[in-house]
């Protein structure tokens, strides 16, 4: 099994900043990917952002596009979620993946975007 722990979510006002973090650990495993879905309340959950393990290459969400940052650190097994100009529809549960041989999921973690 490959564990997954989400944080760095909280409350933050429109126009400010918040960075998630996803650390992966567990038995030996070997990524293809790692990203994150949201899921807002009465709404289906939605892909944000994704990153290749190997050489990085990024893919974004057009709703995220230009706010959202996600980068990574191989060593730490670990990727990042830089969010800025968070909006109130930004808000929602964040829950990061990894992609190995198989899918798997952290708990996600909340972030409220006040207006």
């Known amino acids: 099994q490959v564990q997954l722990v989400e944080s760095g979510g909280g409350l933050v006002q429109a126009g400010g900043s918040l960075r998630l973090s996803c650390a992966a650990s567990?038995?030996?495993?070997?990524?293809?990917?790692m990203g994150w879905y949201r899921q807002a309340p009465g709404k289906e959950r939605e892909f944000v952002a994704r990153i290749r393990w190997s050489g990085g290459s990024t893919y974004y969400a057009d709703s995220v596009k230009g706010r959202f940052t996600i980068s990574k650190d191989n060593a730490k097994n670990t990727v990042y979620l830089q969010m800025n100009i968070l909006k109130p529809e930004d808000t929602a549960i964040y829950s990061c993946y990894v992609a190995t041989d198989r899918l798997f999921w952290g708990r996600g973690t909340q972030v409220t975007v006040s207006s």
């Open positions: 567990g038995r030996a495993f070997s990524t293809i990917y």
